[in-house]
């Protein structure tokens, strides 16, 4: 007699079963999206002992006849396939019945149900099933919709059930797929309770921003930006909400990301989310998401895992750059608003030095010493000293400036705007806008011979290392001779570079290029080519401790909206910072 022998129809489904239903939070899945294909506009869901004992899931959807309410749970049966071809265009989360099969093996399930068109009659039908096996059929005396209970999860697959976390974990899975599904259909009244009390109640609202207040923490909630919407040649779009740079959590389950409507797992989706906020987060920091991509059926596969949970794209490539790019646009767009010219609110005494200051892009070590005088305030308004003016004209054009607050401690710039204030870095936000224009230019640097030329010491293998990149230097209008074993005299630099910043400087590179040397040519000159850019940005941009004129900080933010990476500095620090105006509200107990 041979080894080989079938396993009998219900073992097989069991073992089947598992490959779908893993956990509670897999069968609320099943159920919920059942409920949603089904039209539903109310759902209530029902918990008991994490799941474990009771997940109760009733709707008012259109409901099921007699005998569809049987055959669904036969294996394989579908409302929605006749062909495999017809894969492709499930426009559906599923059908009536899809993982009803999976999860009548491995439970005991009671489905009660009545047609919509059937609203006039005064009972639907009732089956309970237990193992795949029909206990009972009934009429009964239901509403409209479907109501399905699943009761003594994995009762009949004692290895399964063993296999579950502990119990907060099963219920944080239970609440995760809850959060998505509530996300992705906003319109929709949900009620969740748990062993009988009511922990959630979610009415239908207009936008997935109004349905994080109910689910999320009220900061995460109340400080989401709607997201840049983009689209390309292919039909493919993305669009959404995320929070503002100023809000993070220190792990990923507020990131959500929905697929033609569909919630879904993607790692790659994930990296390119977080991409767009390089340079903007803490590490090990995460925002919260809650993202909608759009696109053909035909270049997205849903059906490469057997939850669903996981979709592989046609172009991985293309619409993981569209989310960075999507993201980085909205992040760049709310700062962009928070800088938008306003009217000041302040205005600089106009004196012979403010008026003759040089402009902010020369990088020079003067800067325009501004006074604030007292003046009367006026009724009605804040009681902050305002300054003299002497010149009707100036006070005239200064109106059509942002709205300026002013310096912070002579290091920080105040902007006020909407629902928000802007502090900018001048030091970091002034490196930012050098390093952009240097780059640009790198190689049509012009130096300036100096009056008196600066002698530099050095050690003799510093000096070594400098003289085999004499010709980059040179480029960046940086030229210098040897003198002696220990000195080089610099007798021409860039205008930024000036007494001690370019001693510091040239000390600077010597050193890195003694500690880089070993380096790959190409990598060590793109490396090199980098921090030399770096350096003189740093070296040469506004300090903290530097008192700004008006004109001078209005130039800085002008120059700062111009570039790309405006966020953070060229060392990675954080150019700005936006707090909103519900945070000042909570500090002062106004909320």
């Known amino acids: 007699m041979g080894l080989i022998h079938l396993l009998p129809p219900h073992e097989a489904l069991k073992i089947a079963a598992g490959e779908v239903i893993e956990r509670p939070a897999h069968v609320l899945k099943e159920l919920l999206e059942n409920s949603l294909d089904a039209g539903a506009t109310t759902i209530d869901i029902f918990i008991e002992d994490f799941g474990k004992c009771l997940i109760r899931v009733a709707d008012n959807g259109s409901g099921m006849s007699a005998e569809d309410a049987e055959f669904c749970f036969v294996s394989h049966a579908t409302s929605k396939l006749h062909h495999l071809d017809d894969l492709e265009h499930v426009a559906s989360y599923g059908f009536r019945g899809e993982a009803l099969a999976s999860i009548a093996a491995i439970s005991k399930v009671t489905l009660t149900t009545k047609l919509q068109s059937a609203a006039a009659d005064d009972l639907g039908i009732a089956i309970e099933y237990s193992g795949v096996e029909v206990q009972k059929r009934s009429q009964a005396s239901c509403?409209?919709?479907?109501?399905?209970?699943?009761?003594?999860?994995?009762?009949?697959?004692?290895?399964?059930?063993?296999?579950?976390?502990?119990?907060?974990?099963?219920?944080?899975?239970?609440?995760?797929?809850?959060?998505?599904?509530?996300?992705?259909?906003?319109?929709?009244?949900?009620?969740?309770?748990?062993d009988g009390m009511c922990v959630l109640n979610a009415p239908g609202v207009a936008h997935e921003r109004e349905r994080a207040l109910a689910l999320w923490d009220s900061d995460v909630a109340k400080n989401l930006l709607?997201?840049?919407?983009?689209?390309?040649?292919?039909?493919?779009?993305?669009?959404?909400?995320?929070?503002?740079?100023?809000?993070?959590?220190?792990?990923?389950?507020?990131?959500n990301f929905f697929v033609n409507g569909r919630w879904v797992r993607n790692s790659e989706l994930s990296k390119a989310l977080l991409k767009g906020y390089a340079g903007v987060?803490?590490?090990?920091?995460?925002?919260?998401?809650?993202?909608?991509?759009?696109?053909?059926?035909?270049?997205?596969?849903?059906?490469v895992h057997p939850k669903k949970e996981e979709v592989r794209f046609v172009q991985p490539g293309v619409v993981q750059a569209m989310l960075t790019s999507a993201v980085k646009k909205t992040l760049e767009q709310r700062i962009t608003q928070a800088l938008a010219p306003m009217p000041s609110r302040f205005t600089p005494i106009v004196t012979a030095a403010s008026m003759s200051a040089p402009p902010l892009h020369d990088a020079m070590p003067y800067f325009a010493q501004v006074r604030y005088q007292s003046a009367p305030v006026v009724q009605n308004q804040v009681n902050v000293a305002m300054p003299i003016v002497h010149d009707q004209a100036k006070i005239e054009q200064s109106t059509e400036k942002r709205l300026i607050i002013g310096q912070l401690f002579a290091t920080y710039i105040v902007v006020e705007k909407d629902d928000a204030v802007v502090i900018i870095d001048q030091h970091a936000a002034h490196e930012r806008v050098i390093y952009e224009k240097i780059k640009k230019n790198y190689d049509i640097q012009h130096g300036i011979d100096l009056l008196f030329p600066e002698l530099i010491t050095l050690d003799a293998d510093m000096i070594g290392e400098m003289l085999k990149h004499k010709d980059f230097f040179t480029r960046q209008g940086i030229a210098f001779d040897v003198i002696g074993d220990e000195k080089i005299v610099v007798r021409s630099a860039p205008p930024q570079l000036r007494g001690d910043s370019l001693a510091s400087f040239i000390q600077d590179v010597a050193v890195f290029i003694g500690e880089h040397a070993t380096l790959q040519h190409d990598?060590?000159?793109?490396?090199?080519?980098?921090?030399?850019?770096?350096?003189?940005s740093c070296k040469s941009a506004i300090k903290a401790g530097d008192v700004l004129s008006h004109e001078q900080m209005v130039k800085l933010l002008d120059d700062l909206e111009a570039v790309d990476n405006r966020f953070i500095c060229v060392h990675g620090r954080p150019t700005m910072w936006c707090i909103e105006k519900n945070e000042f509200e909570k500090k002062f107990r106004r909320t």
Request: net charge positive; glycine share 4%; hydrophobic share 40%.
């Open 143 to 194: 509403g409209c919709g479907t109501d399905i209970s699943v009761r003594d999860l994995f009762f009949n697959t004692p290895v399964r059930k063993k296999f579950l976390k502990r119990d907060e974990t099963e219920w944080n899975a239970l609440q995760t797929i809850l959060h998505a599904v509530c996300l992705s259909h906003p319109g929709v009244h949900f009620k969740l309770y748990r």
């Open 226 to 255: 709607p997201m840049h919407p983009l689209a390309d040649d292919a039909k493919i779009s993305i669009n959404g909400s995320i929070s503002s740079p100023q809000i993070w959590r220190y792990g990923r389950h507020y990131i």
């Open 281 to 303: 987060l803490p590490d090990k920091c995460f925002p919260a998401a809650a993202v909608f991509i759009t696109l053909d059926r035909s270049q997205v596969d849903v059906n």
């Open 523 to 536: 990598l060590f000159a793109q490396t090199f080519n980098e921090y030399i850019h770096a350096q003189i």
